[in-house]
């Protein structure tokens, strides 16, 4: 049974070497994909899927009328997120606007 220590250094050169090989790999797939986006002229929008994927939505930052009044307060709710206290676990329809 091996000891501690030799353990320890199996593993730190175990290491070192899944390092390297791991480096070798993605240096030839890198140059394996470069080859194929220049052999069929890709573009990023081809292999990553376009902008699509990546626009924001255009309702972000809209602002949205209040659904629900609390009449004591005053206090307006839209009806997304989370509830107020004012407002949760009862029946929404008396707090309608």
């Keep these: 049974m091996s000891n501690y220590k030799a353990l320890i250094a ?3 050169e175990l290491d070192r070497l899944i390092e390297e090989t791991r480096k ?3 240096s030839g797939a890198v140059a394996e994909a470069r080859a194929l986006i220049a052999e ?3 573009t990023s929008e081809d292999v990553f899927g376009g902008s699509k994927a ?3 939505s ?3 930052g809209t602002k ?3 659904k629900y009044r609390d009449p004591a307060t ?3 709710w839209t009806g997304r997120g989370r509830a107020p206290v004012w407002i949760a676990d009862k029946d929404r329809s008396a707090f309608a606007i």
């Design 10 to 12: 199996r593993k730190a």
């Design 24 to 26: 070798a790999e993605v």
């Design 40 to 42: 069929f002229g890709l």
């Design 54 to 56: 990546r626009k924001a």
């Design 58 to 60: 255009s309702a972000k």
């Design 64 to 66: 949205v009328e209040a």
């Design 74 to 76: 005053g206090a307006t």
